[in-house]
């Protein structure tokens, strides 16, 4: 088979770049080794930029979004039994959409059907070969029968687990963090406790309430990164939330019946570069951010309008300096998006090799933070988005 571009992985990475391709004229063939059932019901990421929904809405994906997403004007930190609620849109004009990722992703396969795209379910990639030749290909097996695709350039949306970074692995530099302790997630059969986030820094550990509806929501908890899940019940897993998001003057949080949970390993993760040849990664494939500051999602979606954008000018123009320069253009808002996801994370959660003095500081960075008009627009400014990048030639 023959395309202009193949796309490894039906995420949101893989499947909003193929609908970006298909505005410009390129055509695309995705190839996704689950189910499209599968991949249609698999519970992601729930937090979206103002800067990626409004990229969704202009690429005329975006109506799920805006009719069933939950916009949020900022967010609540909670400590010492207060809480102190960060601004988005007084300090910035700016909002974040809850809308949960299998959603989005239903809503992109449904606009790449309607538009008679190429979306290979049950189509395992195996490998990636001839990425330094202007015909790279990726052999994959499909009912038991293996086929290659022939491309002009692949696109590396396939995760951290896929086959496409290992590919090139041994051409890479590897940057990595793994924090001391991981995340217990729920989702639960209960409305949501709060209109806003609420991100609770406590003695006893991090804890942070989100949703996915009006009827469901989405907790966390900080845990062991090798807790096992079986030592957690139902009964303590919310006599645990309860205790770490009590507030002075009381606090009500709404249980209901617990439908999925597990356990989260937190760690940063970056490759660089994040293409060779013919190859480019996307998203997770690329880079992980612990999900404190919610933009693992959103860092995908910076690096396929990216990553559009260039393959649109190597078609238009022949040219393929914007595509050389991907890397280049996609880790400087990586790097910060890092940056933001690592002060998240080490502001409010415990750490057990932290000394009395070092626990103290925290709270004082949570005091500095919630009581600054700079120090809250900036951290307004990063949750909200940055701006997402433009594809720029290497200098």
């Known amino acids: 088979m023959r395309t202009q571009v193949g796309i490894v992985g039906a995420g949101p990475a893989g499947l909003l770049l193929s609908h ?45 979004v805006q009719a069933d997403g939950l916009p949020h004007e900022g967010v609540i930190l909670r400590f010492g ?7 988005f849109q007084a300090l910035t004009g700016k909002h974040v959409m809850v809308y949960s990722q299998h959603l989005l992703v239903r809503d992109l396969i449904a606009a790449r059907v309607a538009d008679n795209a190429m979306i290979q379910f049950e189509a395992e990639a195996l490998r990636v070969l001839d990425l330094d030749t202007d015909r790279p290909k990726v052999r994959y097996r499909q009912d038991g029968v293996e086929h290659d695709l022939v491309c002009d350039v692949i ?24 924090y001391p302790f991981g995340w217990l997630g729920i ?19 991090f804890a942070l309430l ?16 090798d807790e096992r899940l079986a030592a957690w019940s139902d009964d303590r897993i919310w006599r645990e939330l309860q205790a770490r998001f009590a507030r002075d003057g009381g606090f009500t949080l709404t249980e209901g019946r617990i439908t999925q949970k597990g356990i989260t390993p937190m760690r940063s993760f970056v490759v660089e570069p994040m293409q060779h040849g013919r190859l480019f990664l ?38 393929t300096t914007l595509l050389d320069g991907y890397s ?16 998240m994370t080490s502001m409010l959660h415990r750490f057990a090799t932290h000394s009395d003095f ?3 500081v925290q709270l004082a960075e949570l005091a500095y933070v919630t009581s600054s008009h700079a120090a809250m627009t900036s951290l307004a400014e990063n949750y909200v988005g940055l701006p997402l990048p433009q594809a720029r030639a290497v200098e």
């Not at 930029?49 to 005329?60: H, I, S, W």
């Not at 687990?161 to 963090?177: D, K, N, S, T, Y």
């Not at 989100?210 to 990164?225: A, D, I, K």
């Open 20 to 64: 970006l391709l298909h505005l410009r004229g390129v055509d695309s063939v995705v190839l996704e080794s689950r189910s499209r059932d599968y991949v249609e019901h698999r519970i992601r990421a729930g937090v979206l930029e103002y800067v990626v929904e409004q990229l969704l809405v202009d690429a005329g994906v975006g109506a799920g």
């Open 81 to 87: 039994g207060q809480d102190h609620r960060i601004d």
């Open 155 to 178: 696109a590396g949306c396939d995760g951290f687990h896929g086959i496409c970074r290992p590919a090139i692995e041994r051409r890479l530099q590897v940057f990595e963090r793994d």
């Open 187 to 205: 989702l639960a059969d209960a409305p949501p406790s709060s209109r806003e986030l609420v991100y609770a820094s406590h003695d006893r550990g």
């Open 210 to 225: 989100s949703m996915r509806s009006p009827t469901v929501s989405r907790l966390y908890l900080q845990c062991e990164p």
């Open 282 to 319: 996307a998203g997770d494939a690329a880079h992980i951010v612990p999900p404190t500051g919610a933009k693992g999602l959103n860092l995908a979606a910076g690096d396929v309008a990216t990553l559009a954008h260039a393959i649109d000018a190597f078609y238009q123009r022949n040219d």
């Open 328 to 343: 280049t253009t996609c880790l400087d808002r990586v790097w910060k998006v890092q940056r933001f996801s690592w002060w």
């Open 358 to 360: 070092e626990r103290r």
